[in-house]
């Protein structure tokens, strides 16, 4: 075996040693690992060399050796094998799943929520692009004498609904005629077209009824709005003050970076669109530098895609986590594909 590549196998061997027990990794633990024999003098030497080239790094004098922030990279770029999820684990994930997807919004807080479970660290899902939706239907049901809500439901699957008022008392020939003018009228248009200037168009369009309507179009208007933006639901936030390698400090600005939700959705449609993790400084603050991010895309049709996403510690398991967000990927693609068909 020549000098480099088994360097790399005891890189490996280091790396995945460490990402087990979180101690530091002696030169006998590789030796027991390694699928060659080995002396434990040349692993040390071998270890002494990678800790040279920043791949290794030594806490103290007399203790073993821990991946650095590149150990980590080169792991994860070159040497790390596949780890698929068996049929059985495939299977609950998607039992899981189906419990819990009569909305793309209660598909994905379920996805979140079942990466969180499985990894012990905190999740994200992130929904479709709400800008490339088109209005598919809007309904209305009446809650009071006076009160009704108006249910947009959209091309990407989101139902939003919106509570309206009015100064006279409805009846369901009234919704129903709400009904007949606002679909002919919106259906089919794109959720960013509700601008206060079509609504007041299509107020004007509507005649002597438009009288009756200003309450209704608002909140077909308002609903649209919310329709547009974009979602990221975020579960497990907790897990990560339970890892010691990020204080307490660090651990308010992650939580805090968090609840941004639109600039955590930028970093993972980043991480997923390049190498699919992002290790410790490659995140774009400081607060992350002891954190990996692992993401893939996820995606139901040619204008339906998401992120799906695991934030956790430097030494998380990458080829689980590569492998569980991947089934968890097709698994909400496939389901959120059949919701849009419905």
Same mark, same amino acid.
């Given at each position: 075996m020549e000098p480099t590549e088994r360097k790399m196998k005891i890189l490996e061997a280091v790396v995945e040693a460490y990402i087990k027990t979180g101690d530091p990794i002696g030169s006998k633990a590789v030796c027991q690992v390694l699928d060659f024999n080995v002396s434990s003098a040349t692993v040390r030497n071998d270890m002494a060399e990678l800790s040279n080239l920043g791949l290794l790094a030594q806490p103290h004098t007399s203790s073993g050796r821990v991946p650095t922030e590149l150990g980590y990279r080169v792991y994860v770029d070159d040497l790390m094998k596949p780890a698929p999820l068996s049929k059985r684990e495939q299977t609950a994930?998607?039992?899981?799943?189906?419990?819990?997807?009569?909305?793309?919004?209660?598909?994905?807080?379920?996805?979140?929520?079942?990466? +969180?479970?499985?990894?012990g660290y905190a999740a994200a899902a992130t929904s479709p692009p709400g800008e490339n939706a088109v209005i598919r239907h809007i309904k209305f049901v009446q809650t009071g004498h006076y009160t009704a809500m108006a249910v947009l439901i959209t091309s990407l699957g989101s139902v939003k609904p919106k509570l309206f008022r009015c100064d006279y008392r409805l009846t369901p020939s009234l919704l129903e005629m709400f009904d007949k003018a606002v679909n002919e009228r919106l259906c089919g248009l794109p959720v960013l077209a509700m601008t206060p200037a079509f609504i007041q168009t299509t107020a004007l369009s509507l005649g002597e009824m438009s009288?009756?309507?200003? +309450?209704?179009?608002?909140?077909? +208007?308002?609903?649209?709005?919310?329709?547009?933006?974009?979602?990221?639901?975020?579960?497990?936030? +907790?897990?990560?003050?339970?890892?010691?390698?990020?204080?307490?400090?660090?651990?308010?600005?992650?939580m805090e970076l968090l609840s941004h939700s639109r600039e955590l959705a930028k970093l993972m449609t980043a991480a997923a669109s390049g190498t699919g993790i992002l290790i410790g400084s490659e995140l774009p603050n400081d607060a992350f530098s002891s954190l990996s991010m692992a993401a893939v895309p996820y995606t139901a049709a040619p204008d339906c895609s998401g992120t799906l996403a695991v934030i956790g510690p430097l030494r998380m398991d990458y080829p689980k986590m590569k492998a569980v967000l991947e089934c968890v990927a097709d698994l909400v693609g496939e389901s959120l594909s059949g919701l849009l068909e419905l």
């Amino acid at each position: 075996m020549e000098p480099t590549e088994r360097k790399m196998k005891i890189l490996e061997a280091v790396v995945e040693a460490y990402i087990k027990t979180g101690d530091p990794i002696g030169s006998k633990a590789v030796c027991q690992v390694l699928d060659f024999n080995v002396s434990s003098a040349t692993v040390r030497n071998d270890m002494a060399e990678l800790s040279n080239l920043g791949l290794l790094a030594q806490p103290h004098t007399s203790s073993g050796r821990v991946p650095t922030e590149l150990g980590y990279r080169v792991y994860v770029d070159d040497l790390m094998k596949p780890a698929p999820l068996s049929k059985r684990e495939q299977t609950a994930i998607k039992n899981m799943l189906e419990l819990h997807a009569d909305t793309p919004e209660e598909l994905l807080e379920t996805a979140a929520e079942i990466l +969180s479970r499985i990894t012990g660290y905190a999740a994200a899902a992130t929904s479709p692009p709400g800008e490339n939706a088109v209005i598919r239907h809007i309904k209305f049901v009446q809650t009071g004498h006076y009160t009704a809500m108006a249910v947009l439901i959209t091309s990407l699957g989101s139902v939003k609904p919106k509570l309206f008022r009015c100064d006279y008392r409805l009846t369901p020939s009234l919704l129903e005629m709400f009904d007949k003018a606002v679909n002919e009228r919106l259906c089919g248009l794109p959720v960013l077209a509700m601008t206060p200037a079509f609504i007041q168009t299509t107020a004007l369009s509507l005649g002597e009824m438009s009288l009756m309507m200003p +309450s209704v179009l608002l909140a077909v +208007s308002e609903a649209a709005k919310e329709a547009s933006a974009d979602g990221t639901a975020i579960k497990g936030q +907790s897990n990560l003050f339970m890892m010691p390698e990020l204080d307490a400090a660090c651990g308010k600005k992650v939580m805090e970076l968090l609840s941004h939700s639109r600039e955590l959705a930028k970093l993972m449609t980043a991480a997923a669109s390049g190498t699919g993790i992002l290790i410790g400084s490659e995140l774009p603050n400081d607060a992350f530098s002891s954190l990996s991010m692992a993401a893939v895309p996820y995606t139901a049709a040619p204008d339906c895609s998401g992120t799906l996403a695991v934030i956790g510690p430097l030494r998380m398991d990458y080829p689980k986590m590569k492998a569980v967000l991947e089934c968890v990927a097709d698994l909400v693609g496939e389901s959120l594909s059949g919701l849009l068909e419905l």
